[in-house]
């Protein structure tokens, strides 16, 4: 065994592949989830789809996989992990792999918010409120967008996440009143009777039929209600750069750099950018388009592509890691695009653990919560412990 220290690896790249579960979780019954298997049916369903860079990882040795089998010596550490968390929602997810244990489920609204609530926002922004349903951001602009550039009403809806989404045309009503009336939105979802997760600000621009989001989008989301791993990291001076939407999940605490992307494709840029340049510390990363682009519309064939896309940026990224760097694939939750429903679901998420400093690789086995990643990115720099999550720093030789 290695002498390991507290700070075996200089920087840690965890990136959070959002919603990619592999298999149903021991409780998924519970959630309506039984059977469902995010990366076996998106693989099932297309024969001739192969990961071959995440299968030299070990992907494959993870649980039986199509197309992508088991190998006797994978190149990464692997194994599983379930949620201990009460719900199966992208910041939950998040939270409890920086030490969190949610007892209580944000809301969701699949029918839309309460009317109470909606009257409420109404009264207190000034303008009345269009659509009030779940629905993709593309459909609901599209359905709604001509109406609210001459009423200037507002564009409310949700989606399978516990959100409360508000478009604007920025021609129709400003950037700053948009984001006040956001303001107004968190205010009045921190009531327990109307809580949510998140309020995103998503203005747009353009003409009926070719209506476009813009780059201003903001999210306020919920605090976590106690100090993460992040804060930890970030009293020992360390760097945490938050890519994606990793920096609103945690609305900000523990952050000490934050990068929004459009997409994945620009997320992995931006993560082979920080690779390239000097940082100390974690380097945090959601690529969110298999869940809110092909798992909540349930399109099996674009979640397939956006695997494979991932999978040959894989060998440029691993390029850049030093004997000393630590990467961590993983996943918060599943959406299994052939499941029923639009929703997420309970499921396993994979766990690959990868240094080109590595005599070898093996199994980390089935853990018990989504926090031990957390605890080993904890133990490695010598940052406090939370009380959930067990290290598996010293099983990386």
């Not at 792999?97 to 969701?108: A, D, E, S, W, Y």
């Not at 990363?285 to 991932?310: E, V």
């Not at 653990?353 to 089935?366: A, D, E, K, Q, R």
């Amino acid at each position: 065994m290695p002498d390991i220290t507290k700070h075996r690896f200089k920087r840690i790249c965890l990136i959070v592949l959002d919603s990619v579960g592999i298999g149903e979780a021991p409780d998924a019954v519970k959630f309506g989830d039984g059977g469902a298997h995010t990366l076996g049916h998106v693989l099932e369903h297309s024969p001739n789809l192969t990961l071959p860079n995440l299968q030299k990882l070990g992907l494959g040795n993870i649980a039986p996989l199509p197309n992508v089998p088991p190998l006797d010596t994978p190149q990464a550490y692997y194994g599983k992990m379930r949620a201990q968390s009460a719900g199966k929602d992208t910041m939950t997810g998040h939270w409890e792999l920086m030490g969190l244990r949610v007892k209580t489920p944000f809301n969701t609204y699949s029918q839309g918010f309460p009317s109470a609530l909606i009257a409420r926002f109404e009264q207190q922004t000034g303008r009345k409120v269009l659509g009030n349903k779940q629905a993709s951001d593309e459909a609901v602009v599209e359905e709604y967008g001509e109406e609210q550039m001459k009423s200037g009403a507002w564009i409310v809806y949700t989606s399978a996440d516990s959100v409360f989404q508000i478009a604007a045309h920025e021609e129709v009503i400003s950037l700053e009143e948009l984001y006040k009336a956001c303001e107004i939105a968190r205010q009045l979802t921190l009531q327990p009777e109307f809580s949510t997760g998140r309020v995103i600000a998503r203005p747009f621009i353009g003409e009926p039929g070719s209506y476009n989001f813009t780059s201003n989008r903001r999210d306020f989301a919920v605090k976590p209600p106690e100090p993460t791993v992040l804060n930890s990291l970030q009293h020992h001076a360390l760097d945490i750069i938050a890519v994606g939407k990793v920096d609103d999940i945690f609305s900000g605490k523990g952050i000490t750099r934050a990068l929004p992307t459009r997409n994945n494709r620009h997320g992995m840029e931006v993560i082979m950018e920080q690779l390239n340049a000097k940082f100390n510390g974690l380097l945090f990363a959601n690529l969110g388009d298999f869940d809110s682009l092909y798992g909540h519309r349930r399109d099996p064939d674009g979640f397939g592509q956006a695997l494979l896309d991932f999978d040959r940026s894989l060998p440029e990224l691993m390029k850049m890691l030093k004997e000393d760097d630590l990467l961590i694939l993983s996943a918060d939750h599943g959406n299994d695009p052939l499941h029923t429903g639009t929703n997420h679901t309970r499921e396993y998420v994979p766990l690959l653990v990868y240094s080109p400093g590595f005599t070898h690789g093996g199994s980390l086995g089935i853990r018990d919560t989504f926090s031990d990643i957390g605890a080993t990115i904890a133990d490695n720099f010598g940052a406090k412990l939370s009380e959930h999550g067990r290290s598996f720093l010293s099983q990386l030789i």
